[in-house]
């Protein structure tokens, strides 16, 4: 008899012994099951209901246990609004008290409401000049507001910090003119500075001197993000002729249009701040002498633009600038959220290696399998989970550590050499046993082990078995060469601890 006919027939064998044994399950649970309806029937009406309600809440249990175990839920989506809908202050505020409870640092945006808050009360419109170093914005605050202290410089970047100035417009109204760092500078910090006032602000005039730079687009592309209303001055203009200035104006509208924003052509206006030039002046026989002279300011279409956008009661300048602001404040808590992410994902990556050093050393003798300890990993996924945002299953778990630990045999061999190395690194220690070693090894591994899965959650948001053991095994050999000190100081702590 031929092998493959001899499988076909044990393979018919046992396809008719499953088929008797499926079918005499399924005439005993038929039979019970109508010898136990027929008792129903007999006995009270509420006995009879009360068994179906038993029956059938089993069944729904039976099922949410299922689904949690096997299928796989999304992070919150903690913080979010609907799509495209701006937060509100009942929303910002929510987030910061859950995020202040959670222990993170949220004095910064915090102090965003509360600038905010001030701001309402005093009742000030504030126009910031905002744009790169020497498009002159100093000089047109200068120009708007004589009398005003404003230092102006001629190699530019002369404003270091944020300077408000009280103008009073054709209106009579006082407005608050806000000079900010020009961005572009080299100067750590001011670029940001200079856009957070940006958002703080009612409206944005974004000087430049001409067509705008690479830099220049990404800052309006994000201002008109925040749906932030916004001006376009190119300073400057006196160098150019008039029909050079309206090729320039155009192509400025087209470079708004070309960024998906709307802005209306009187919002982009040709003006000069005037201020000081060399005069060459010639005198008798030919002599020549350089003379400071000065020129006069050409800002009428500005204040124009200005007082129009002010008088416009379809837009509400008030709200628009309270959600630019909390957006920012939901920026800074972001900031603060991620801060706190990174210290506490290393205290649990600190405190789970130190756990697995122990049970090595108490162990002695290790063996290959870095999840004898399974606990240990298990606990330290399900918390850096918890810190991210995440809600894996059981079975997303139980598949990223079983991954990760076929990986650990292949790169075992390298990370018992480094520990073996960098236990002799320390003074005092010589020729180190084979049980430290394997410590050390195992915290370089759970080490390791937690470095990746924080690299996937960051990047995810949410537990990816595949990904997060991917990047374990991609980047196993780095993360032990910069932990190896490290985690070979806390094993030769907690090996004279226990001595």
């Keep these: 008899m031929k092998l493959d006919k001899f499988i076909r027939i044990v393979l018919g064998l046992l396809i008719v012994v499953v088929f008797f044994i499926a079918t005499g399950a399924l005439l005993f649970f038929t039979e019970t099951a109508l010898n136990v309806w027929d008792r129903l029937l007999e006995g009270p009406w509420i006995l009879r209901w009360g068994y179906l309600g038993a029956m059938i809440a089993?069944?729904?249990?039976?099922?949410?246990?299922?689904?949690?175990?096997?299928?796989?839920?999304?992070?919150?989506?903690?913080?979010?609004?609907?799509?495209?809908?701006?937060?509100?202050?009942?929303?910002i505020e929510a987030r910061l008290r859950d995020a202040g409870a959670a222990?993170?640092?949220v004095s910064d945006a915090q102090r965003e409401l509360q600038e905010l808050a001030s701001r309402q009360q005093a009742g000030s419109i504030h126009l910031c000049f905002f744009g790169e170093i020497s498009t002159g914005k100093s000089s047109l605050i200068k120009a708007l507001v004589p009398d005003a202290d404003v230092a102006i410089d001629a190699v530019g970047g002369s404003t270091s910090d944020v300077r408000h100035y009280r103008w009073r417009n054709s209106e009579g109204s006082e407005i608050l003119l806000t000079?900010?760092?020009?961005?572009?500078?080299?100067?750590?910090?001011?670029?940001?500075?200079?856009?957070?006032?940006?958002?703080?602000?009612h409206v944005v005039l974004f000087v430049c001197d001409g067509d705008l730079t690479r830099a220049e687009s990404r800052s309006v592309r994000h201002l008109l993000a925040l749906d932030k209303p916004l001006v376009l001055v190119m300073n400057k203009s006196d160098r150019f002729s008039v029909e050079e200035?309206?090729?320039?104006?155009?192509?400025?509208?087209?470079r708004i249009d070309d960024m998906g924003g709307s802005l209306e052509r009187d919002k982009v206006v040709a003006v000069s701040a005037g201020g000081e030039m060399d005069v060459v002046r010639r005198g008798e026989g030919g002599s020549e002498r350089v003379m400071r002279s000065q020129r006069p300011a050409d800002i009428g279409v500005l204040v124009v633009?200005?007082?129009?956008?002010?008088?416009?009661?379809?837009?509400?300048?008030?709200?628009r600038r309270d959600r630019a602001v909390f957006r920012l404040a939901a920026e800074k808590l972001a900031d603060a959220e991620r801060q706190y992410r990174s210290q506490r994902s290393e205290q649990i990556i600190r405190s789970s290696t130190r756990k697995a050093v122990i049970g090595a050393l108490a162990a002695v003798s290790p063996g290959t399998d870095i999840f004898i300890q399974g606990y240990i990993g298990t606990a330290m996924t399900k918390e850096l989970c918890k810190l991210y945002g995440a809600a894996p299953r059981d079975l997303d778990i139980e598949e990223f550590l079983d991954l990760s630990q076929s990986r650990v045999g292949k790169a075992l061999p390298l990370t018992l050499a480094v520990a073996g190395n960098g236990l002799k690194a320390f003074p005092g220690v010589g020729t180190v046993a084979g049980g430290l070693v394997h410590a050390v090894a195992y915290g370089l591994i759970f080490d390791a082990l937690g470095r990746s899965l924080v690299y996937t959650l960051e990047r995810h948001g949410q537990l990816v078995p595949e990904e997060a053991a991917k990047q374990f095994e991609e980047g196993i050999s780095e993360y032990?060469?910069?932990?190896?000190?490290?985690?070979?100081?806390?094993?030769?702590?907690?090996?004279t601890d226990a001595g």
Excluded at 60 to 88: E, N, Q
Excluded at 480 to 495: K, M, P, S, W, Y
Aim: hydrophobic content about 45%; cysteine-free; proline content about 5%.
């Design 305 to 319: 633009a200005i007082n129009r956008l002010l008088e416009d009661a379809s837009q509400p300048l008030d709200v």
């Design 58 to 91: 089993l069944v729904v249990f039976a099922i949410y246990l299922i689904w949690r175990l096997l299928v796989r839920r999304k992070p919150p989506a903690a913080g979010k609004t609907a799509a495209g809908a701006p937060l509100t202050r009942d929303e």
């Design 103 to 105: 222990g993170v640092d």
């Design 179 to 201: 000079d900010v760092p020009g961005t572009g500078g080299h100067e750590e910090g001011l670029d940001d500075m200079a856009l957070e006032e940006a958002q703080r602000a």
């Design 480 to 495: 032990i060469e910069a932990g190896v000190r490290r985690v070979t100081r806390l094993a030769l702590e907690e090996e």
């Design 245 to 254: 200035q309206a090729a320039i104006l155009q192509k400025l509208l087209q």
